[in-house]
């Protein structure tokens, strides 16, 4: 018996140390929503997409660290692939590997005080679907159900409230909610619509989990915050003003060059990912948190 | 007064029978279908667009009498006359056809002598047209702006805009335009959204010249990034749900919604043979029964395909001619560069348009439709239809051991066939039988004598058997 519970101890503390790293959440929930948009949304999303865009981003992510000389981690560039294809949408396997390629080596090359610029994902999603019109941003794909809206909701709670930044996405969701609901009153529109637009699948996926993504937000809250408002305006402007429904996912690139001005206005630490053995000692700030090196 | 209707009923179609060239073990024919309209309430309208340019036609089967007829539209520009052309109503009927869901049916061989197979079409007809109501007159104390007024054909049109939506409302009452009060605030709406009017209404004397019952399309061209639909104004005073059928014709690829998922409607589905005689009830049943599964209404993609072929084909692809009319304006650009698409053998043999055709067919009300349409064309050129399937059993003699077998097989499909078309559309499967029996075709096969199973222990101690 003592066996047994040692064994569910060291079990409970595999999952509790697996569970530590934020990533970790976030390849779960993004593996289940792709799951999920293939059976249930019957997106034209064939495996061997998935698995090239995967293959893509940690290929190149394998190659950039050698060529740097750093520790190799497939972590960070699986993330990238799985928001890849959540959220660009194209025929063409070898634009989905341009994609990947694209997002990851984004992260080397362009890069301000030990930072990189650009969301990887949000690059290659970006500047495949200007390039080429074989590629395509599908705002619509994941409809309106509420029940769905709820679930994504819990699910990212919990993600980006352990990569504690569920303040960006919420401030993001806060502003361009206030900005919907500005708009109907404006217009005199009835309020179902606003509420509408906020229960878009796109929207929310973006807000938890690409907004989110800790290495390219401010480094301080109040900056944080400060940016997600841009972000939520500037994305609201492109798509009720330059009728372009993907307004906030092109908001976020357009945006991303001045976060190291939101960095020097509004100094802090900076996060890094947790190793597996997790320290429980050392944090000494909210977003620090020192690898166990 | 004239009514303030946004949207007619429907019509039915008829058909074209196309022999198509005998190509490997596939040929086929399509046949008419005589029906009764299989969506009431219902509106058809082209949408062409490339870049910022589109252009609009919206079919009309408005039956009854012209001086009741007016219409309507929220547009993002302001209209000119040269902006504005009648079209004719056989086009978007043509372009219905092409795209229509489609019944095929496949003649199963001789098992004793497998040699030839044939292969019919029949397209399921589904058809309407929208539109709205028409007015004119002075005034603008109201603070309405009359933009442009001309007459094309049988209507007198009018381009309005507008400072707020009462002098608007006082304005249309006042020119005989029926306007719900409801209808206030979302022409409120259209107005802050610096959206302009198109208000149309017939002209009588140029209708009796112009003779015939029917009044033809509207076609306008414009330029806005705004590429969407008003459906808010149809819906004011709409009782129960609309369909709208949205035809897209773009250079790239498929046409879906950005602010409503759209989806495929279920195809590729094999049914009992009774169908053939019951394809319009089956379908309508069936969208009904896809659009309950989402809350009762939705988008739903019908058919996106190259224009240059089909396969079958519910109907020929339209013609350049056709195409221009309907607005297509990019069609002589750089012709030849175009790659020749692609498939079958069956496709015509001629020049390669670079037009791709989706049939969106959208269920909506006032609630669960609260927005407009709003569209984007993506590069998805991934040809969809939908496809239903006949199967028939071969029906002739059959001497040979393989016929046992067969039988079986055919009646394990019948049985799949009922399961599959009482979940596609809510019939019970009571219900199937019955019809199934009455129609007298497609019924399972009497088995000579209802064999034993063999598994493989009977074959290690046959002589236990009995």
Same mark, same amino acid.
């Given at each position: 018996?003592?066996?047994?519970?040692?064994?569910?101890?060291?079990?409970?503390?595999?999952?509790?140390?697996?569970?530590?790293?934020?990533?970790?959440?976030?390849?779960?929930?993004?593996s289940?929503?792709?799951?999920?948009?293939?059976?249930?949304?019957?997106?034209?999303?064939?495996?061997w997409?998935?698995?090239?865009?995967?293959?893509?981003?940690?290929?190149?992510?394998?190659?950039?660290?050698?060529?740097?000389?750093?520790?190799?981690?497939?972590?960070?560039?699986?993330?990238?692939?799985?928001?890849?294809?959540?959220?660009?949408?194209?025929?063409?396997?070898?634009?989905?590997?341009?994609?990947?390629?694209?997002?990851?080596?984004?992260?080397?090359?362009?890069?301000?005080?030990?930072?990189?610029?650009?969301?990887?994902?949000?690059?290659g999603?970006v500047?495949?679907?200007?390039?080429?019109?074989?590629?395509?941003i599908?705002?619509?794909?994941?409809?309106?159900?509420?029940?769905?809206?709820?679930?994504?909701?819990?699910?990212?709670?919990?993600?980006?409230?352990k990569?504690?930044?569920?303040?960006?996405s919420?401030?993001?969701?806060?502003?361009?909610? #206030? *900005? =919907?609901?500005?708009?109907?009153?404006?217009?005199? +529109? !009835?309020? &179902?619509? @606003?509420?509408?637009? $906020?229960?878009?699948? #796109? *929207? =929310?996926?973006f807000?938890?989990?690409?907004?989110? +993504? !800790?290495? &390219?937000? @401010?480094?301080?809250? $109040?900056?944080?915050?400060?940016?997600?408002?841009?972000?939520?305006?500037?994305?609201?402007?492109?798509?009720?003003?330059?009728?372009?429904?993907?307004?906030?996912?092109?908001?976020?690139?357009?945006?991303?060059?001045?976060?190291?001005?939101?960095?020097?206005?509004?100094?802090?630490?900076?996060?890094?990912?947790?190793n597996?053995?997790i320290?429980?000692?050392?944090?000494?700030?909210?977003?620090?948190?020192?690898?166990?090196? | 007064?004239?009514?303030?209707?946004?949207?007619?009923?429907?019509?039915?179609?008829?058909?074209?029978?196309?022999?198509?060239?005998?190509?490997?073990?596939?040929?086929?024919?399509?046949?008419?279908?005589?029906?009764?309209?299989?969506?009431?309430?219902?509106?058809?309208v082209?949408?062409?667009?490339?870049?910022?340019?589109?252009?609009?036609?919206m079919?009309?089967?408005?039956?009854?009498?012209?001086?009741?007829?007016?219409?309507?539209?929220?547009?993002?520009?302001?209209?000119?006359?040269?902006?504005?052309?009648?079209?004719?109503?056989?086009?978007?009927?043509?372009?219905d056809?092409?795209?229509?869901?489609?019944?095929?049916?496949?003649?199963?061989?001789?098992?004793?002598?497998?040699r030839?197979?044939?292969?019919?079409?029949m397209?399921?007809?589904?058809?309407?047209?929208?539109?709205?109501?028409?007015?004119?007159?002075?005034?603008?104390?109201?603070?309405?702006?009359?933009?442009?007024?001309?007459?094309?054909?049988e209507?007198?049109?009018?381009?309005?805009?507008?400072?707020?939506?009462?002098?608007?409302?006082?304005?249309?009452?006042?020119?005989?335009?029926?306007?719900?009060?409801?209808a206030?605030?979302?022409?409120?709406?259209?107005?802050?959204?610096?959206?302009?009017?198109?208000?149309?209404?017939?002209?009588?004397?140029?209708?009796?010249?112009?003779?015939?019952?029917?009044?033809?399309?509207?076609?306008?061209?414009?330029?806005?990034?705004?590429?969407?639909?008003?459906?808010?104004?149809?819906?004011?005073?709409?009782?129960?749900?609309?369909?709208?059928?949205?035809?897209?014709?773009?250079k790239?690829?498929?046409?879906?919604?950005?602010?409503?998922?759209?989806?495929?409607?279920?195809?590729?589905?094999?049914?009992?043979?009774?169908?053939?005689?019951?394809?319009?009830?089956?379908y309508?049943?069936?969208?009904?029964?896809s659009?309950?599964?989402?809350?009762?209404?939705?988008?739903?993609?019908?058919?996106?395909?190259?224009?240059?072929?089909c396969d079958?084909?519910?109907?020929?692809?339209?013609?350049?001619?056709?195409?221009?009319?309907?607005?297509?304006?990019?069609?002589?650009?750089?012709?030849?560069?175009?790659?020749?698409?692609?498939?079958?053998?069956?496709?015509?043999?001629?020049?390669?348009?670079?037009?791709?055709?989706?049939?969106?067919?959208?269920?909506?009300?006032?609630?669960?439709?609260?927005?407009?349409?709003?569209?984007?064309?993506?590069?998805?050129?991934?040809?969809?239809?939908?496809?239903y399937?006949?199967?028939?059993?071969?029906?002739?003699?059959?001497?040979?051991?393989?016929?046992?077998?067969?039988?079986?097989?055919?009646?394990?499909?019948?049985?799949?066939?009922?399961?599959?078309?009482?979940?596609?559309?809510?019939?019970?499967?009571?219900?199937?039988?019955?019809?199934?029996?009455?129609?007298?075709?497609?019924?399972?096969?009497?088995?000579?004598?209802?064999?034993?199973?063999?598994?493989?222990?009977?074959?290690?101690?046959?002589?236990?058997?009995?």
């Amino acid at each position: 018996m003592a066996g047994i519970s040692q064994y569910m101890q060291k079990r409970g503390a595999l999952i509790s140390a697996l569970l530590a790293d934020p990533r970790h959440y976030q390849i779960i929930v993004l593996s289940s929503l792709i799951l999920l948009g293939t059976f249930h949304f019957a997106f034209q999303l064939p495996w061997w997409h998935v698995v090239a865009c995967v293959g893509s981003t940690v290929g190149t992510q394998a190659i950039a660290d050698k060529i740097i000389g750093r520790r190799f981690d497939a972590r960070s560039p699986l993330i990238s692939a799985l928001s890849l294809t959540l959220l660009l949408r194209t025929g063409s396997v070898t634009l989905s590997v341009a994609a990947g390629i694209l997002a990851i080596s984004s992260k080397y090359i362009v890069r301000w005080r030990g930072k990189h610029i650009f969301n990887p994902a949000n690059f290659g999603l970006v500047i495949l679907s200007l390039l080429f019109t074989g590629a395509w941003i599908s705002p619509g794909q994941w409809g309106t159900a509420p029940i769905f809206a709820l679930f994504l909701l819990g699910m990212g709670g919990i993600v980006t409230g352990k990569a504690k930044r569920w303040d960006v996405s919420i401030a993001l969701l806060v502003s361009y909610a #206030a *900005l =919907l609901f500005g708009r109907a009153l404006w217009l005199g +529109d !009835p309020l &179902t619509i @606003p509420v509408h637009q $906020l229960q878009s699948g #796109a *929207l =929310l996926i973006f807000a938890f989990f690409m907004i989110s +993504d !800790p290495k &390219t937000t @401010p480094d301080a809250r $109040l900056g944080r915050v400060l940016y997600a408002i841009l972000v939520a305006t500037l994305g609201f402007t492109i798509q009720f003003a330059f009728y372009n429904a993907a307004g906030i996912i092109l908001a976020l690139i357009l945006t991303a060059p001045i976060v190291p001005l939101f960095d020097r206005l509004f100094p802090a630490g900076r996060i890094h990912w947790p190793n597996f053995q997790i320290s429980k000692t050392g944090v000494s700030h909210e977003t620090v948190q020192i690898p166990a090196e | 007064m004239k009514q303030f209707k946004y949207l007619l009923s429907s019509a039915l179609v008829a058909i074209t029978l196309t022999a198509a060239p005998s190509a490997s073990a596939f040929c086929g024919f399509y046949v008419a279908k005589a029906d009764t309209d299989l969506f009431n309430q219902s509106s058809k309208v082209a949408l062409v667009r490339d870049g910022d340019r589109t252009v609009i036609t919206m079919a009309n089967d408005y039956i009854g009498d012209p001086t009741e007829f007016a219409m309507v539209i929220p547009v993002p520009t302001v209209i000119t006359k040269d902006q504005v052309h009648i079209s004719d109503a056989g086009l978007l009927d043509h372009l219905d056809a092409y795209t229509a869901p489609r019944l095929v049916e496949y003649f199963d061989d001789n098992p004793c002598e497998r040699r030839y197979r044939k292969e019919m079409a029949m397209r399921s007809s589904v058809q309407m047209a929208p539109m709205m109501d028409s007015a004119f007159e002075e005034a603008e104390n109201l603070g309405v702006t009359i933009e442009e007024s001309f007459s094309v054909g049988e209507y007198d049109i009018l381009i309005l805009s507008a400072k707020e939506s009462d002098g608007l409302q006082t304005w249309l009452e006042s020119n005989g335009y029926r306007v719900p009060k409801k209808a206030v605030k979302t022409l409120g709406s259209y107005i802050k959204q610096d959206m302009k009017f198109f208000v149309a209404k017939v002209n009588l004397e140029e209708k009796a010249k112009q003779g015939g019952e029917m009044l033809r399309p509207i076609a306008v061209a414009y330029e806005s990034p705004k590429f969407m639909l008003p459906i808010r104004l149809g819906t004011v005073n709409a009782n129960g749900d609309q369909d709208l059928f949205v035809y897209t014709l773009t250079k790239n690829g498929k046409v879906e919604t950005t602010n409503y998922r759209t989806q495929k409607i279920p195809s590729d589905k094999e049914l009992p043979i009774f169908i053939k005689d019951d394809f319009g009830d089956f379908y309508k049943d069936m969208y009904k029964t896809s659009a309950n599964r989402q809350g009762g209404h939705g988008v739903f993609m019908e058919y996106a395909w190259d224009m240059n072929w089909c396969d079958p084909c519910a109907a020929d692809p339209l013609s350049d001619d056709q195409l221009k009319e309907l607005g297509v304006f990019w069609l002589d650009e750089g012709r030849n560069d175009q790659p020749m698409p692609m498939p079958r053998s069956m496709r015509p043999k001629q020049m390669a348009k670079n037009v791709y055709v989706t049939r969106l067919h959208v269920r909506y009300d006032a609630e669960s439709f609260p927005e407009d349409l709003k569209f984007k064309e993506t590069g998805d050129r991934q040809n969809f239809q939908g496809r239903y399937i006949l199967r028939h059993a071969y029906d002739g003699e059959m001497d040979c051991p393989e016929a046992e077998k067969y039988k079986q097989e055919v009646n394990a499909r019948k049985e799949t066939e009922i399961k599959t078309l009482a979940n596609l559309t809510g019939w019970e499967t009571k219900y199937i039988r019955t019809k199934m029996k009455a129609s007298g075709k497609g019924e399972l096969f009497d088995l000579d004598e209802p064999k034993k199973r063999v598994d493989w222990w009977n074959k290690i101690w046959p002589s236990d058997e009995d």
